[in-house]
């Protein structure tokens, strides 16, 4: 019976070759079969600005299409139609209007101007709107509270 040996050399580190995965050492980037004339490997600055640059990009071109996206929505007017009292909160009734040239939805904050808007503040989203319409809607909420008062809001886009 043969008994295993143990062997006290270290195992060498390796990472697969950028073109065909073959491993590699790790201070050299393409196998002997991917570059044969042994020509200068890509500097890990080169792969690592690459990457950099390609995110920069990315998040460039999603700003831009968020903001073509969003164009021509708003600016929204909006006046609190109704607060009636809905336990445990309030039955708050808003109307907007969409005086932009895109049908689009508003971001309305409704909050106490008796607070200056320091206080608590409730987020309502309307439907969608036409631009040139006007739409009324209601949503409940209890993050006011319940007692019926004069209340404002300011609406945007989202």
């Not at 079969?33 to 920069?56: E, K």
């Not at 969409?98 to 508003?106: F, I, L, P, T, V």
């Not at 101007?113 to 709107?129: H, N």
């Amino acid at each position: 019976m043969k008994t295993p040996t143990l062997s006290t050399e270290p195992a060498a580190l390796t990472h697969g070759c950028v073109r065909c995965g073959a491993p590699v050492a790790l201070d050299i980037a393409l196998c002997e079969r991917c570059n044969p004339l042994g020509l200068p490997q890509p500097a890990s600055t080169q792969a690592h600005g690459t990457v950099f640059l390609a995110i920069v990009v990315s998040v460039v071109g999603l700003a831009l299409l968020g903001r073509f996206a969003l164009s021509g929505i708003g600016p929204f007017s909006a006046s609190i139609a109704n607060v009636v009292a809905a336990p445990p909160g309030l039955a708050i009734t808003i109307s907007v209007t969409n005086e932009g040239a895109s049908r689009g939805s508003a971001t309305c904050r409704v909050y106490d101007p008796a607070t200056d808007g320091s206080a608590e503040a409730v987020y309502l989203v309307s439907p969608q709107i036409e631009p040139g319409r006007t739409v009324s809607f209601s949503k409940e909420t209890a993050i006011l509270g319940s007692t019926v008062r004069p209340l404002a809001v300011d609406c945007g886009r989202p």
